[in-house]
């Protein structure tokens, strides 16, 4: 074939055209990678900075957990407390008859599913996959569902059989269940990686997709205790 020198320019011309073209996807695609590992490490640096979110995390696993209930008062004595396994048991389990403390117990739960909540509706949504969120929630998930039972058991010879029913009962009471997904798999390391079609497994103890559990009004908060605020 003859090659005009016109019809070598326009080719060389395309190649480079396409080359500019491909090169500009990849550098979009790039970006977009960039800045989508940027948003859920900041999410999960939001969720993992918080106090509270610290305090449960805290107290689901260990027994006693020194933990700041009372920030507010001015002595570390009065400031701190042991919350013992029963009294984490007890304020998610139970919705009446709390202490002062148990009541506070009760305030940093709920605080801490409604920001687990926001990271189900990013994997609702698409914005943070599953797998991407499994190094840092796989075992907080573990241990609110029980499936880290027997882990516990054998390491520190804590049963957490209790806390888990106490979550189970609080998501059943408060019409939780009905919305679970994606946070509410089985908390296997395959299940966090597995396609969002797949990931809707569900069992009794699982974790809801929406909680925004909290009282639906201040006056639910002040029945919890008696009438007392």
């Given at each position: 074939?003859?090659?005009?020198?016109?019809?070598?320019?326009?080719a060389v011309s395309?190649?480079?055209?396409?080359?500019?073209?491909a090169?500009?996807?990849?550098?979009y695609?790039?970006?977009?990678?960039?800045?989508?590992?940027?948003?859920?490490?900041?999410?999960?640096?939001?969720?993992?900075?918080?106090?509270?979110?610290?305090?449960v995390?805290?107290?689901?696993?260990?027994d006693?957990?020194?933990?700041?209930?009372?920030?507010e008062?001015t002595?570390?004595?009065d400031r701190?407390?042991d919350?013992k396994?029963?009294?984490l048991?007890?304020?998610?389990?139970?919705?009446?008859?709390f202490?002062?403390?148990e009541?506070?117990?009760?305030?940093?739960?709920?605080h801490?599913l409604?920001s687990l909540?926001?990271?189900?509706?990013?994997?609702?949504?698409?914005?943070i996959?599953?797998?991407?969120?499994?190094?840092d929630?796989a075992?907080?998930?573990?241990?609110?569902t029980?499936?880290?039972?027997?882990?516990k058991l054998?390491n520190t010879?804590?049963d957490?059989?209790?806390?888990?029913?106490?979550?189970?009962?609080?998501l059943?009471?408060w019409?939780a269940?009905?919305?679970?997904?994606?946070?509410?798999?089985n908390?296997?390391a395959?299940?966090?990686a597995m396609?969002?079609?797949?990931?809707?497994?569900?069992?009794?103890?699982?974790?809801?997709?929406?909680i925004?559990?909290?009282?639906?009004?201040?006056?639910d908060r002040r029945?919890?205790?008696?009438?007392?605020?």
């Open positions: 074939m003859n090659w005009e020198k016109s019809d070598i320019i326009a395309a190649a480079c055209a396409i080359a500019v073209f090169f500009g996807i990849w550098q695609r790039s970006s977009e990678n960039w800045k989508r590992s940027e948003f859920v490490a900041a999410q999960i640096k939001e969720f993992n900075s918080d106090k509270i979110n610290n305090a995390l805290q107290m689901m696993d260990y006693p957990a020194h933990v700041e209930l009372f920030p008062k002595t570390p004595k701190y407390v919350v396994l029963p009294m048991v007890k304020a998610v389990g139970q919705e009446k008859d202490s002062d403390a009541f506070r117990v009760r305030i940093f739960f709920e801490f409604t909540s926001r990271m189900n509706y990013f994997l609702t949504s698409g914005a996959e599953p797998q991407e969120l499994y190094a929630f075992y907080p998930v573990e241990l609110m029980g499936t880290a039972r027997e882990m054998k010879g804590d957490i059989a209790p806390f888990a029913k106490a979550v189970h009962d609080y059943t009471r019409g269940h009905s919305n679970h997904r994606r946070l509410s798999e908390c296997s395959d299940g966090w396609a969002p079609s797949a990931s809707y497994r569900s069992s009794d103890m699982i974790l809801a997709n929406a925004v559990a909290r009282r639906q009004s201040r006056g029945s919890i205790r008696g009438g007392v605020e």
